[in-house]
């Protein structure tokens, strides 16, 4: 979970590197579907869009088939 400083929002994901200021989300078939994809879509933005921001890293399944090379990224925060 993720706190919105100075309001009481907080923000679910999949998985958060707080220190590094990373949220990350891991989308299946269910997050091309409109309503679910319109919430997303402006929840990781406002996270985008935070002072200061976060970096939002959006997996598809298909990324997971690398699951090693994934983790090894994130901790290294070589994920730009």
């Known amino acids: 979970m993720v706190n919105e400083p100075h309001t009481a929002s907080?923000?679910?994901v999949d998985?958060?590197?707080?220190e590094k200021r990373l949220?990350?989300?891991i989308d299946g078939a269910a997050f091309h579907v409109s309503e679910r994809l319109r919430r997303d879509?402006?929840?990781r933005?406002?996270?985008r869009n935070m002072e200061p921001a976060?970096?939002?890293m959006e997996?598809?399944?298909g990324n997971l088939k690398?699951?090693?090379?994934?983790?090894?990224?994130?901790?290294?925060g070589d994920y730009k």
């Open 10 to 12: 907080a923000y679910v």
């Open 15 to 18: 998985s958060a590197v707080p």
């Open 23 to 25: 949220a990350i989300y």
């Open 41 to 43: 879509r402006w929840i």
């Open 45 to 47: 933005e406002r996270l």
């Open 54 to 56: 976060w970096e939002v």
């Open 59 to 61: 997996l598809r399944v």
């Open 66 to 76: 690398n699951t090693t090379k994934n983790i090894k990224t994130i901790i290294t």
